[in-house]
């Protein structure tokens, strides 16, 4: 009966700190929100890229990025590191 009692104890615990881990998850995630580009970003990102079927955007903290429901580059500091054949690429996933 203890060995059952001690084993409830360490499951409660378990799942205590995975509830922990996960709305810490969630907090960091939401200070990190996605946004769009600045009508002077867009413009840069336009002329850059053209017409594409995927969204561009900007997260801060991390940088730019191009993203369907499907796919998404890694991160670039500037519009002008975004390399045009990975967006190409994306946009090809819509």
């Known amino acids: 009966m203890n060995e059952i009692l001690v084993g ?3 499951l409660h615990e378990h799942m205590c700190q995975n ?3 996960l709305k810490a998850l969630l907090e960091s995630s939401a200070e990190s929100e996605d946004r769009s580009l600045t009508a002077e970003e867009k ?3 336009d002329k850059r890229f053209g ?3 995927c969204s561009i955007m900007y997260r801060e903290g991390e ?3 191009a993203k369907t429901h499907r796919a998404r580059t890694g991160f670039y500091d500037s519009l ?3 390399p045009k054949g990975k967006v190409k690429f994306v946009s090809s996933t819509s």
């Open 43 to 45: 413009a840069i990102a």
């Open 63 to 65: 940088g730019y990025f």
């Open 80 to 82: 002008e590191k975004l």
């Open 19 to 21: 509830k922990e881990n």
């Open 8 to 10: 409830l104890e360490s």
């Open 51 to 53: 017409e594409v079927e």
